[in-house]
């Protein structure tokens, strides 16, 4: 997979790059802003970007101002800090191949390089930590209180972004449970059935704009 | 030296007194006059603004017998029309150059007199008796004749005159200081003058520890984000890198291969404890979003945070000043935690205003809720940030009543 790398700190800009390497993907470009970044998009129109929030000059949010402008592009959020505010912004278009993790997920190297495929192939990746955020606000929101902690369980993984098969594996779950899990959560939810294969982002989206 | 320019300073005081008393008596008439006119404005304005400049060359004056200069009294004038003239009038400084230069009439006159005679009457005993010898005089007084005519009494007369220059230059600098104190008195600046500027210098020293902290804090969040975060974050991913390389060894290296595995593992751990304790203590300095979007788009995240319905409303521009921006933050996170904590309250009201009035803004901040009150304002969470406004000059009550509901009001001046 061809990635291209915004991240200021040297330190863990070399890490990234040996970590995306040393697992069989291409670093095309590692840049230090977001006009570079931008640049190197344009140049290399990579797989996927993954970019850090704060980058120079002014380092506050210009990651993720870079990221919403070069939506519907595959785009990974590394982030020392998460917010829920940007993980909404993010995923706002409803189009999906959008991530948004804390740093120190990198150090899980495998949930790490499945959250950088599975943004690359569309899908989405949340950090827990955003996830945990939308089920403190939403503690005593009607919809949550209604799910049995199983689904609680099933919808804290889909949050993430996770797929069925991986929810299987995570909570040791006949892939029919998963499955039924998972439409009794939109139905209580509140969420129409469809085909729509962004119906597991809507989701997470319904819950952050709720 | 210092004698002569005592002296001239009396001598021209002879001047400037009369000047100063008709100056004084035609500003005052005129002044009356245009009270009772739509001139009245104008008129006080011109006048106390050629007080002010004539009360400078007294006090350059006076400075030149003191020996160092006199401060003037004056307080910045902002104000325009109206304000400006109760502005000016509010100041003591205004009037006492008035009553300086009425003052300056009777003790200019009489200092200067007193020097002059002084002057003139020891110069004429030291050159009388040339004088005599040179312009005789027939019809003197006889005694002046006889004096005058015999060579002691001539003698005596110069060395009384000698004797007198050194009491007699004494005396003028005495006159000269005793006139010029008298001017420092009037036209330096007073009590009134020294509270106002001593008020204003606090604030201004105040308002820079203020910034001071306020960058510092922005800055140890950064040391922190950059610097040791950072640092773990890297440490973090080169142990995954070796975790990785471990595991996928061709053999084990050794029987307790597994052991090593998990050691990694636990140190992997610890670190994403760090970093998440790290993560805390940032957010409790200064919150990113904070730094990112500004007031608003934080007190929106808190209270989507907040496990109960929070009614937001801001009415702030854009970015305020960080330490402004920061304390208001606080106020905020303070009040929700309490309602969310202790209050046990089902809803709260946040309300966040910018108000401009009269030339002062200032940002109002309410946390209200529907809980069952009791807050301690002495308590350290509540008198941290009474302390912190107060360091912005703000004001910072509490009202919980036993049974609710609590609230919290800030208002806190923000520097235009």
């Known amino acids: 997979m061809r990635i291209v790398i915004a991240e200021d700190l040297v330190l863990l800009r070399d890490g990234l790059v040996s970590i995306l390497t040393g697992t069989g993907h291409e670093v095309?470009?590692?840049?230090?802003?977001?006009?570079?970044?931008?640049?190197?998009?344009?140049?290399?129109?990579?797989?996927?970007?993954?970019?850090?929030?704060?980058?120079?000059?002014?380092?506050?949010?210009?990651?993720?101002?870079?990221?919403?402008?070069?939506?519907?592009?595959?785009?990974?959020?590394l982030s020392q800090y998460v917010e829920r505010t940007y993980a909404a912004e993010l995923l706002a278009d409803g189009k999906g191949a959008v991530g948004y993790l804390l740093k120190d997920r990198v150090t899980a190297l495998d949930d790490f390089l499945d959250a950088v495929e599975r943004v690359a192939a569309g899908g989405t990746a949340m950090d827990p930590e955003v996830v945990r955020q939308l089920f403190a606000r939403n503690a005593q929101n009607q919809g949550v209180t209604a799910l049995t902690p199983r689904e609680r369980e099933v919808l804290d993984l889909v949050a993430q972004g996770m797929s069925n098969s991986a929810i299987c594996a995570a909570l040791v779950l006949a892939p029919v449970s998963v499955e039924k899990h998972i439409g009794n959560i939109f139905a209580k939810l509140g969420l129409p059935p469809s085909d729509d294969s962004h119906r597991r982002v809507l989701a997470v989206l319904a819950y952050l704009n709720a | 030296m210092r004698t002569a320019r005592s002296f001239a300073y009396l001598?021209?005081?002879?001047?400037?007194?009369?000047?100063?008393?008709?100056?004084?008596?035609?500003?005052?008439?005129?002044?009356?006059?245009?009270?009772?006119?739509?001139?009245?404005?104008?008129?006080?304005?011109?006048?106390?603004?050629?007080?002010?400049?004539?009360a400078d060359l007294e006090r350059r004056r006076a400075a030149w017998v003191?020996?160092?200069?006199?401060?003037?009294?004056?307080?910045?004038?902002?104000?325009?029309?109206?304000?400006?003239?109760?502005?000016?009038?509010?100041?003591?400084?205004?009037?006492?150059?008035?009553?300086?230069?009425?003052?300056?009439?009777?003790?200019?006159?009489?200092?200067?007199?007193?020097?002059?005679?002084?002057?003139?009457?020891?110069?004429?005993?030291?050159?009388?008796?040339?004088?005599?010898?040179?312009?005789?005089?027939?019809?003197?007084?006889?005694?002046?004749?006889?004096?005058?005519?015999?060579?002691?009494?001539?003698?005596?007369?110069?060395?009384?005159?000698?004797?007198?220059?050194?009491?007699?230059m004494w005396l003028v600098r005495q006159l000269a200081s005793a006139q010029a104190r008298v001017a420092v008195a009037l036209l330096a600046p007073g009590e009134h003058g020294r509270l106002v500027r001593r008020a204003q210098e606090l604030a201004a020293s105040r308002a820079r520890v203020v910034d001071a902290q306020a960058a510092e804090l922005r800055r140890i969040e950064r040391d922190l984000h950059d610097g040791a975060q950072?640092?773990?974050?890297?440490?973090?991913?080169?142990?995954?890198?070796?975790?990785?390389?471990?595991?996928?060894?061709?053999?084990?290296?050794?029987?307790?291969?597994?052991?090593?595995?998990?050691?990694?593992?636990?140190?992997?751990?610890?670190?994403?404890?760090?970093?998440?304790?790290?993560?805390?203590?940032?957010?409790?300095?200064?919150?990113?979003?904070?730094?990112?979007r500004g007031l608003a788009a934080a007190v929106s995240a808190l209270a989507g945070d907040c496990p109960i319905p929070v009614a937001v409303t801001i009415e702030t521009p854009e970015r305020l000043s960080p330490a402004v921006e920061s304390a208001a933050y606080f106020v905020v996170a303070e009040g929700l935690a309490n309602a969310v904590k202790h209050a046990a309250a089902t809803s709260c009201s946040v309300l966040a205003r910018h108000v401009a009035a009269s030339g002062r803004e200032h940002l109002t901040v309410e946390v209200a809720d529907d809980g069952t009150g009791g807050a301690e304002p002495a308590g350290s969470g509540l008198d941290g940030l009474r302390r912190r406004i107060e360091a912005l000059d703000g004001t910072f009550i509490v009202t919980s009543p036993p049974g609710g509901p609590t609230r919290l009001r800030a208002e806190i001046p923000c520097a235009s």
């Not at chain 1, 230090?32 to 380092?59: K, M």
């Not at chain 2, 100056?23 to 104008?42: H, N, R, S, Y």
């Open chain 2, 66 to 168: 003191l020996g160092a200069p006199i401060t003037p009294p004056y307080l910045p004038v902002t104000a325009t029309g109206r304000a400006r003239v109760r502005q000016v009038a509010a100041q003591p400084a205004t009037w006492r150059d008035m009553v300086w230069f009425a003052v300056l009439l009777p003790v200019g006159l009489t200092l200067g007199i007193i020097a002059v005679v002084t002057t003139v009457v020891t110069a004429a005993a030291v050159i009388a008796p040339a004088w005599a010898w040179s312009v005789p005089e027939r019809r003197a007084h006889p005694l002046i004749q006889q004096a005058m005519g015999t060579h002691s009494g001539r003698l005596l007369i110069s060395a009384v005159g000698i004797a007198l220059i050194p009491i007699a």
């Open chain 1, 28 to 77: 095309v470009a590692a840049v230090d802003t977001a006009d570079a970044l931008l640049e190197a998009v344009a140049e290399h129109q990579p797989d996927l970007s993954i970019v850090d929030v704060r980058l120079p000059p002014s380092y506050r949010d210009e990651g993720i101002r870079a990221a919403l402008r070069l939506r519907p592009a595959p785009v990974l959020i």
């Open chain 2, 230 to 292: 950072a640092r773990i974050v890297a440490a973090g991913m080169t142990l995954a890198l070796a975790e990785r390389r471990a595991r996928t060894l061709p053999a084990a290296p050794a029987p307790d291969g597994a052991g090593v595995l998990d050691g990694i593992a636990t140190a992997r751990r610890q670190l994403d404890e760090a970093l998440a304790e790290l993560r805390r203590l940032v957010r409790g300095i200064h919150p990113p979003i904070l730094t990112d």
């Open chain 2, 11 to 54: 001598v021209t005081s002879l001047v400037a007194g009369p000047a100063g008393f008709v100056w004084t008596l035609a500003t005052t008439l005129l002044m009356a006059v245009g009270a009772v006119t739509a001139l009245g404005a104008p008129v006080f304005l011109a006048v106390t603004w050629l007080d002010r400049h004539l």
